[in-house]
């Protein structure tokens, strides 16, 4: 059964992203702050699926530490889930994404209509200050740009390994940066086509003020990140059904720990 519902929600995930680009192109004809809604809504929907089809929820905390304007989102990154589900919570959400994507028939045409920020990875000091200057507009539309500093998913539990990038656009666009914690790893896993039920726990922490040093924001970015995130993983040991990745998370927290 766990198999038939992940593969029933795997399926439906592609399947309406796919119809819901199709019959909202309109949309695309729309000043972007009058088409942004479809984007949440489809967050929307795929939460909804997830609960009713896996059995899998979500609790959100923190909600009160979200500011106003223009901040940089930066999330723990374990899982697919945190790449839509944080959506409906950011209000002008911007994502920092590779050039590539652009190309993609009619996906492309929604990140270049809602000014998401594509980066040329071969070209990295060109692509770096094309970026910065993307990032300093968005901040000056008061949109929120959405970060995943360790770069791509890791397993949950692993050592973390967040890229100093962050640091460097937390200077130049001298703006609050909000950290992100979560447990989804312990329900979605990296690569995974198998999901668990459970509830997702995730958290908005107090965000950072501008002003810190570039050294000292990004120690302070891991160790709140990390030490909320160990803190969610833990909680999940109460559940009633706890999730069988809880063994997996051990091992990985061992082999972190052993490393450190």
């Given at each position: 059964?766990?198999?038939l519902?992940s593969?029933i929600f795997?399926?439906?995930?592609?399947?309406?992203t796919?119809?819901?680009?199709?019959?909202?192109s309109?949309v695309l004809?729309?000043?972007?702050?009058?088409?942004?809604?479809?984007?949440?809504?489809w967050?929307?929907?795929?939460l909804?699926?997830?609960?009713?089809?896996?059995?899998?929820k979500?609790?959100?905390?923190?909600?009160e530490?979200i500011?106003?304007g223009?901040?940089?989102?930066?999330?723990?990154?374990?899982?697919?889930?945190e790449?839509?589900?944080?959506?409906?919570?950011?209000?002008n959400?911007?994502?920092?994404?590779?050039?590539?994507?652009?190309?993609?028939?009619?996906?492309?045409?929604?990140?270049?209509k809602?000014?998401?920020?594509?980066?040329?990875?071969?070209?990295r000091a060109?692509a770096?200050?094309?970026?910065?200057?993307?990032?300093?507009?968005?901040?000056?539309?008061?949109?929120?740009?959405?970060?995943?500093?360790?770069g791509?998913?890791?397993?949950v539990?692993?050592?973390?390994?967040?890229?100093?990038?962050?640091a460097?656009?937390?200077?130049?666009?001298?703006?609050p940066?909000?950290?992100v914690?979560?447990?989804?790893?312990?329900?979605w896993?990296?690569?995974?086509?198998?999901?668990?039920?459970?509830?997702?726990?995730?958290?908005?922490?107090?965000?950072i003020?501008?002003g810190?040093g570039?050294?000292a924001f990004?120690?302070?970015?891991?160790?709140?990140?990390?030490?909320?995130?160990?803190?969610?993983?833990?909680?999940?040991?109460?559940?009633?059904?706890?999730?069988?990745?809880?063994?997996?998370?051990?091992?990985?927290?061992?082999?972190?720990?052993?490393?450190?």
């Amino acid at each position: 059964m766990l198999f038939l519902r992940s593969s029933i929600f795997q399926i439906l995930f592609y399947t309406i992203t796919l119809a819901l680009m199709l019959v909202g192109s309109p949309v695309l004809l729309l000043p972007r702050k009058w088409g942004w809604w479809v984007v949440p809504f489809w967050a929307n929907i795929l939460l909804f699926l997830l609960r009713i089809i896996v059995g899998l929820k979500v609790e959100v905390r923190g909600k009160e530490n979200i500011p106003q304007g223009g901040y940089i989102v930066a999330s723990k990154h374990q899982s697919a889930w945190e790449t839509f589900a944080l959506i409906p919570h950011v209000p002008n959400a911007t994502y920092i994404l590779k050039r590539e994507l652009r190309w993609i028939p009619i996906f492309g045409w929604y990140t270049a209509k809602y000014q998401q920020i594509p980066i040329n990875r071969g070209k990295r000091a060109a692509a770096l200050a094309a970026m910065v200057e993307s990032a300093k507009q968005t901040i000056a539309d008061e949109r929120q740009i959405m970060i995943f500093p360790e770069g791509t998913r890791r397993p949950v539990g692993a050592e973390p390994q967040f890229k100093f990038g962050i640091a460097h656009l937390y200077k130049d666009l001298n703006c609050p940066v909000l950290p992100v914690a979560l447990n989804a790893g312990l329900y979605w896993p990296r690569a995974s086509w198998i999901i668990y039920p459970g509830t997702v726990l995730v958290e908005f922490l107090p965000p950072i003020a501008p002003g810190l040093g570039a050294r000292a924001f990004h120690n302070t970015l891991v160790d709140t990140i990390e030490t909320a995130t160990i803190r969610l993983c833990e909680e999940a040991r109460t559940a009633e059904s706890p999730t069988p990745m809880l063994a997996v998370y051990d091992r990985n927290r061992k082999a972190a720990n052993a490393k450190a």
